[in-house]
């Protein structure tokens, strides 16, 4: 079984730039997160999709940050305009169920200078 | 806020040489805590899911444990392929958000 995927692994933009991150979650799986880990600091929540439904997006830094699921499949998360302080890797995971454990991808690392 | 603390922040370990680390958890209502090892240049590799009080959970050479305030990873007899950072992980009651610890960076020596 094919796990969370997630493309480009890294991408150097930038400032004032926009990128567009991408994530294929495990077939099957309806929840999908998008998570982000800042330099020095915790891995912290994004936002949660339930299908194509945003289904809690607080963690959302501002409106700079867009997040999408076309048809329940894949998503995924443009910065538009990109600053300095958006560098960090940026992780998906998902699941089949909300209250079970998360399947994490490897990871987008942004860096923008 | 849910919050996370995992301590020791980093631990160098002898092979054979057994520890445990700490996870120490703030929460209105905790739902499930989740244990992830990540390796370099990787994401978070799902190990554990603990739900209540008193409950542990056993894979290889580790073993997770759950209180009321905190949950234990215990190593035994780790190897060098052991060395990964560890992190810990919060679900509350009231939403599906993980709240993370920092991690503990965890190097076995041979």
């Known amino acids: 079984e094919a796990g969370v995927t997630q493309f480009p692994s890294h991408s150097v933009i930038e400032k004032g730039q926009t990128v567009t991150l991408r994530c294929d979650p495990i077939?099957?799986?309806?929840?999908l997160y998008w998570y982000r880990r800042v330099m020095g600091k915790e891995i912290k929540f994004l936002l949660h999709?339930?299908?194509?439904?945003?289904?809690?997006e607080s963690g959302m830094p501002n409106n700079r940050f867009l997040a999408e699921r076309t048809g329940g499949t894949y998503s995924t998360l443009k910065v538009q305009p990109a600053e300095l302080e958006d560098s960090g890797v940026y992780f998906c995971?998902?699941?089949?169920?909300?209250?079970?454990?998360?399947?994490f991808g490897q990871g987008t690392r942004l860096t923008v200078v | 806020e849910d919050q996370v603390t995992q301590s020791p922040e980093a631990l160098r370990l002898q092979e054979g040489e057994s520890s445990s680390l700490n996870c120490s958890y703030t929460?209105?209502?905790?739902?499930?805590l989740f244990w992830y090892r990540q390796d370099p240049g990787k994401g978070p590799e799902f190990l554990f899911t603990?739900?209540?009080a008193g409950e542990e959970k056993e894979k290889e050479r580790l073993k997770a444990t759950l209180t009321k305030k905190e949950s234990f990873l215990h190593i035994t007899a780790p190897k060098p392929e052991d060395s990964a950072t560890y992190l810990c992980?919060?679900?509350?009651?009231?939403?599906?958000?993980?709240?993370f610890g920092k991690g503990n960076q965890v190097v076995v020596i041979p």
């Open positions: 995971a998902s699941s089949q169920f909300r209250d079970i454990e998360a399947f």
């Open positions: 603990l739900y209540s």
């Open positions: 999709f339930v299908k194509e439904s945003k289904q809690d």
């Open positions: 077939s099957g799986h309806d929840n």
């Open positions: 929460v209105s209502g905790l739902r499930g």
């Open positions: 992980a919060v679900r509350p009651y009231g939403n599906n958000r993980l709240a």
